[in-house]
């Protein structure tokens, strides 16, 4: 932030005052409040940008795996940050979407361009996917340097949140004996590394730990909790005014539509690949 010039000598001012008529020269002219006056080109360097949100109930594509469909008549885009350059963020933006950044936080990835960077150390036991690895999230000397990284990269192509994965790491069998003090640590640590980049943040599932981590996050993205009777644990989300992002793989619409849409979820059926098709509520 600049600073106001220094006031003028107090005999100069003296001398001004008794000037009758004399108008202040543009110099002279008070500085709009920070944040109050317009801007180019967004914020000032060095200052974060106000995140963007999404409301409860818009709708949004997840789309994480075949060639990028950017037709979805849709707000809210969710993709896959490592696998999408800047012009196609940018192409979005011309359609009117805001785009959400897909990146694992909680586990690692053989098949990134950064796999190499993790050592030995905090690699686990495989999280159920191919090539990936839960990671020890209580090495944040190794992990947050790493995380910073990508979401620089999700800042750098223009992405206006992030979706931070397979946050619940100490609910699973990952190899490390992580307690939930360790996973509330680690998750307010990818909080705040993508509010300081001027992004927004999601929850994802994570359901035990909503109610001390709804202040942390903006959203939620959460996979099949009507199909396990879990959506109430969503309520404090949408009851603080914050969108709970919301797919299920296997129930038929009927089932959790009428639910969602009295409850302002933002919720509809795909298929377990998140390719371009879907079924919203």
């Given at each position: 932030?600049?600073h106001?010039?220094?006031l003028?000598?107090?005999?100069?001012?003296?001398?001004?005052?008794?000037?009758a008529?004399?108008?202040?020269g543009?110099g002279d002219?008070?500085?709009?409040?920070?944040?109050?006056?317009?801007?180019?080109?967004g914020?000032?360097?060095?200052?974060?940008?106000?995140?963007?949100?999404?409301?409860?109930?818009?709708?949004?594509?997840?789309?994480?795996?075949?060639?990028?469909?950017?037709?979805?008549?849709?707000?809210?885009?969710?993709?896959?940050?490592?696998?999408?350059p800047?012009?196609?963020?940018?192409?979005?933006?011309?359609?009117?979407?805001?785009?959400i950044?897909?990146?694992s936080?909680?586990?690692?990835?053989?098949?990134?361009?950064?796999?190499?960077?993790?050592?030995?150390?905090?690699?686990?036991?495989?999280?159920?996917?191919?090539?990936?690895?839960?990671?020890?999230?209580?090495?944040?000397?190794?992990?947050?340097?790493l995380?910073?990284a990508?979401?620089?990269?999700?800042?750098?192509?223009?992405?206006?949140?992030?979706?931070?994965?397979?946050?619940?790491?100490?609910?699973?069998d990952?190899?490390?004996?992580?307690?939930?003090?360790?996973?509330?640590?680690?998750?307010?640590?990818?909080?705040?590394?993508?509010?300081?980049?001027g992004?927004?943040?999601?929850?994802?599932?994570?359901?035990?730990?909503?109610?001390?981590?709804?202040?942390?996050?903006d959203?939620?993205?959460?996979?099949q909790?009507?199909?396990?009777?879990?959506?109430?644990?969503?309520?404090?989300?949408?009851?603080?005014?914050?969108?709970?992002?919301h797919?299920?793989?296997?129930?038929?619409?009927?089932?959790?539509?009428p639910?969602?849409?009295?409850?302002?979820?933002?919720?509809?059926?795909?298929?377990?690949?998140?390719?371009?098709?879907r079924?919203?509520?």
């Amino acid at each position: 932030m600049r600073h106001p010039s220094r006031l003028l000598l107090v005999v100069g001012a003296v001398l001004a005052l008794l000037a009758a008529g004399c108008a202040a020269g543009p110099g002279d002219r008070e500085r709009p409040a920070p944040g109050t006056g317009p801007t180019a080109g967004g914020p000032p360097s060095g200052t974060p940008r106000t995140p963007w949100r999404p409301a409860p109930g818009t709708a949004w594509q997840w789309q994480l795996s075949g060639r990028l469909d950017p037709a979805v008549d849709v707000p809210v885009y969710d993709i896959d940050g490592f696998d999408h350059p800047a012009s196609a963020v940018a192409d979005l933006h011309r359609r009117g979407r805001r785009v959400i950044c897909y990146l694992s936080t909680g586990a690692w990835e053989d098949f990134r361009p950064d796999a190499a960077r993790f050592p030995a150390s905090v690699l686990g036991k495989g999280n159920g996917w191919e090539g990936e690895r839960w990671l020890d999230i209580r090495r944040t000397d190794v992990l947050e340097p790493l995380m910073a990284a990508r979401l620089d990269m999700c800042r750098a192509k223009g992405f206006d949140a992030v979706e931070p994965d397979n946050m619940d790491g100490y609910a699973n069998d990952t190899g490390f004996p992580l307690t939930a003090g360790d996973q509330l640590r680690y998750n307010r640590l990818v909080a705040r590394l993508a509010h300081a980049r001027g992004m927004s943040v999601a929850l994802k599932n994570d359901l035990d730990q909503i109610p001390e981590l709804v202040g942390d996050f903006d959203f939620a993205v959460n996979e099949q909790c009507a199909q396990y009777d879990e959506c109430d644990a969503l309520r404090p989300f949408l009851d603080a005014g914050k969108a709970v992002l919301h797919v299920e793989y296997e129930l038929p619409t009927r089932e959790f539509c009428p639910s969602a849409r009295r409850t302002g979820m933002s919720s509809m059926l795909k298929e377990y690949d998140l390719g371009i098709w879907r079924r919203p509520c």
